[in-house]
């Protein structure tokens, strides 16, 4: 009976339904171990995390046995065994699974229990959960497999360990959001209590849609020790070496990456999305409005970080009420980037609209209708360009924006991601502060600032009209966005908020803008989760709704 093992923990980015690029990776995880006993891959490996519907298609399902059919047989020579995730067609119906391919064979299948359905999870909807797991025997070693959610509650573990579990070897589709790290942490520290096994956690990175994967893959020791952690967001690996003990087995310590600080976690969260969707999505590049505001800069900060400065194509689009300070600014940002900038006066379209309406607006004052043909104008000419040279748009709204309804609908909301949709205003002046002071370690763009300070302190405009301010529409971002967050993070009423301080007609407000925005909302581009609670996957609230607190 052998009393080494030697585990790899392949924190992979799996490509979404790329069976055979993801079967790739993997066999050449193998080669590049020749010496490991096994290879452990993330929860889905196979297919990619979250697979939604597309597992509802028996043709995907098929392949998807073709290809561990193929990886199988890929472990006949002598080498490591494969742990894969992937759906497992069973009597029982479909089931997110984790097979152990081993001697050219399928040595076992174990099933997922726990099917999440909170939050961004819809598991049950496409998944049969499996019965309590057993472990698996590898080449004599009792394997306990919790995937991913069985491992949030104490119950998979204990039958497993109940039932002659050597070690918990966990695969995981875990999504970031802030404060994300430090919980499965803490959960995993409460199940290698509770059973007295080692455990190996191992995540995915990348983007995939609303969701980014952080990885964060780590070894922990019976007593809680981290024996080994991976650097977060990498496509990497990590070789955890194990020897039995009297007391069962003990990893020897390896290298530990610390995690990221809280504004860097941010940033990368957004870089790496944006990354994986553009590329994945087979584009060039991304077009941009850059306006000389905040939110601007930073989302073109983030798309040069994300795919190099020569892939982001900026365009001022100017109108009689822009101001040379803004022109200055773009012009400055852009210079600091290093980005390719155009500028495309927009009064020419204005006047062509003012002209084609005016037998109808006659009489009639002007008002918002005006300011969002500007901002609709910019978005056609936008769109005009990503369909003429193809760079995707890529929309620039913040949480607080996107909260209140304060972004037009046709106009700045056209796109197709977002990489500021799920922060708030007030994290944005945060992020550009860190921005201009550190280069994220996966950035492609400067080491020096990449906006001119005054981006940063200037009051927001949209400049739609002369003179005007944020503020003269919304509270103060600080105000505005304690108050969003008690409302859809915390899910706090109005006369709470008012007891914890607030004004009671600015809540009352907010919460009536809140609501009646949710049909913006639905029509907005996609962007990256960050919070505990972003729009679309995680707050599902209906549009037409009478409700209130207040
Ligand atoms: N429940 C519902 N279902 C379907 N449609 C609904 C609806 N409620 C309103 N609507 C429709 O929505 C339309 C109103 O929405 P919309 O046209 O967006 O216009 P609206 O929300 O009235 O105005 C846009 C606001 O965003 C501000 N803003 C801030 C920052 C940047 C920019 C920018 O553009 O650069 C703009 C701008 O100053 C203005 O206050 C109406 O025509 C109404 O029919
Ligand atoms: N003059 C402009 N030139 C180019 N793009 C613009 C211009 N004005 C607005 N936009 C685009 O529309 C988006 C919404 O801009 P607006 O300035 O109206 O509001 P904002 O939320 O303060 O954004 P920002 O901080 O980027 O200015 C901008 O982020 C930008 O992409
Ligand atoms: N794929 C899963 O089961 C993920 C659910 C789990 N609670 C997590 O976020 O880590």
Redesign the pocket.
Known sequence: MTDRLTIVLAQMNPAMGDLTANADTILALRAAHPDADLILTPELSLIGYPPEDLVLKPALVQAAAAQLARLAAATAPPGPALLVGTAHQADTGLHNAMALLDAGRIAGVTLKHDLPNYGVFDEKRVFAPGPLPFPLLFRGIQLGIPICEDMWTPTVTAHLSAHGAELLLVPNGSPYEIGKEARRLALARARVAETGLPLLYVNRTGGQDELVFDGGSFVLNPDGQTMARLQDWDATTATAHFARTANGWRADPGETHAPDSDMEEIYHAMLLSLRDYVNRNRFPGVVLGLSGGIDSALSAAVAVDALGADRVHCVMLPSRFTSQESLDDAAECAKLMGTRLDTIPIAPAMDAFNTMLAPLFAGLPAN?TE??IQ?RIRGLTLMALSNKFGPMLLTTGNKS?MST?????Y??MAGGYSVLKDVYKTTVFRLCEWRNTHRPRLGLGPDGPVMPARVITKPPS?E?RDNQRDDD?LPPYEVLDAILHGLIEEERSVADLVAAGHDAATVARVERLLY?AE??RRQSPPGVKIGPRTFGRDRRYP?TNAFRTS
């Not at 309804?405 to 609908?409: L, M, Q, S």
Request: glycine share 10%.
């Open positions: 918002t300011e969002n901002s924006e309804g304060y972004a037009t609908i106009g700045d949209a739609l529409s009646i049909y913006k549009i």
